[in-house]
């Protein structure tokens, strides 16, 4: 896999965190509102949406904002661009 792929495959997988929380947000919500820390938080909704320590990451940094019904659109337009640049599609 090449640099481009890689970085595509992580921009990817980031985004895909994000609409899941997005699609989950109450969920999310009381996961990061019953954590002790920011370190359980992220594991939490690591475990919560099936995501590595990098989309929950993103997710604990997503700013309530981003949480409208048109950021949720182009951040899923965004994903889906991507994965047709992929060799696989996903």
Same mark, same amino acid.
């Given at each position: =896999?090449?640099? &481009?792929?890689?970085?595509?495959?992580?921009?990817? =997988?980031?985004? &895909?965190?994000?609409?899941?929380?997005?699609?989950?947000r109450d969920e999310v919500f009381q996961m990061v509102e019953d954590s002790e820390d920011r370190d359980e938080a992220i594991r939490r909704v690591g475990q919560l949406l099936g995501v590595g320590e990098l989309g929950s990451r993103a997710v604990l940094d997503l700013q309530a904002r981003r949480f409208t019904?048109?950021?949720?659109?182009?951040?899923?337009?965004?994903?889906?661009?991507?994965?047709?640049?992929?060799?696989?599609?996903?």
């Open positions: =896999m090449g640099g &481009d792929e890689r970085e595509t495959r992580q921009e990817l =997988m980031i985004l &895909d965190a994000l609409v899941q929380a997005m699609d989950r019904r048109e950021q949720r659109q182009a951040i899923a337009s965004r994903a889906e661009e991507l994965k047709s640049k992929l060799p696989d599609g996903r």
